[in-house]
């Protein structure tokens, strides 16, 4: 698989853990994290989050659960929550999300797939890899892997690159991907310099 991908975390995080990230509580006490958690406003703000950051209604979060853990929320959602935390993206946004300013981050299917499978190869190269016999099944694969979903939704997409028919909350997920990749390639090379 494409190397870029290996940046991505493989496991979902939970959205109760996500959340005490978001608002810089996950390193309190626990006498002083339910005190947070158990503020009549932290509920309708964790809820306010989740409707920005996945750019959904009130209505589909509040079915995830009716306590913090949210645990209906699907897994394709905690894997977003994962990059969202590893691209660096929380708490900076937290402000514009709380005054209900934030747009989050949308790429489509084959701008995302171009970024990952074809970025940096020559004309020549890249002509190669997109006539392959095997590239949309690469394509639907890398998909797969990033979202976390199934081959068969992947493939009812459409049948060239653009995958038209996605879902508008996986160009989210994908966006956070590449910010996820973005900032590992970033502290990668500080690291390496430093």
């Known amino acids: 698989m494409n190397y870029l ?3 991505l975390p493989n496991q979902g995080l939970e ?4 959340l005490r990230h978001c608002f810089g509580i996950a390193d309190l006490t626990p006498a002083e994290l339910l005190e947070e958690e158990t503020d009549s406003q932290y509920r309708k703000k ?3 989050v989740l409707c920005a ?7 589909t979060v509040r079915k ?3 306590d913090l853990n949210f645990d209906g929320m699907p897994n394709y959602c905690k894997i977003t929550l994962a990059y969202i935390h590893t691209g660096g993206i929380m708490p900076y946004e937290l402000n514009s999300i709380l005054k209900g300013e934030y747009k989050p981050p949308s790429i489509d299917a ?3 797939l171009e970024k990952i499978l074809l970025n940096g190869l020559t004309e020549q190269q890249v002509l190669q890899t997109v ?3 095997n ?3 690469t394509c639907i694969r890398t998909l797969t892997q990033v979202l976390h979903i199934g081959t068969k939704s992947v493939q009812d997409w459409g049948q060239d690159i653009s995958f038209r028919k996605m879902p508008r909350i996986h160009k989210h997920t994908l966006a956070y991907a590449l910010a996820a990749i973005s900032q590992a390639q970033t502290s990668n090379t500080w690291h390496k310099a430093a």
């Open 5 to 7: 991908l290996k940046h």
């Open 15 to 18: 959205p109760r853990q996500f």
């Open 46 to 48: 964790c809820i306010t």
């Open 53 to 59: 950051i996945f750019d959904i209604q009130r209505a």
């Open 64 to 66: 995830w659960g009716s």
């Open 110 to 112: 084959q701008t995302f």
């Open 131 to 133: 006539s392959h016999a």
């Open 135 to 137: 590239f949309r099944t």
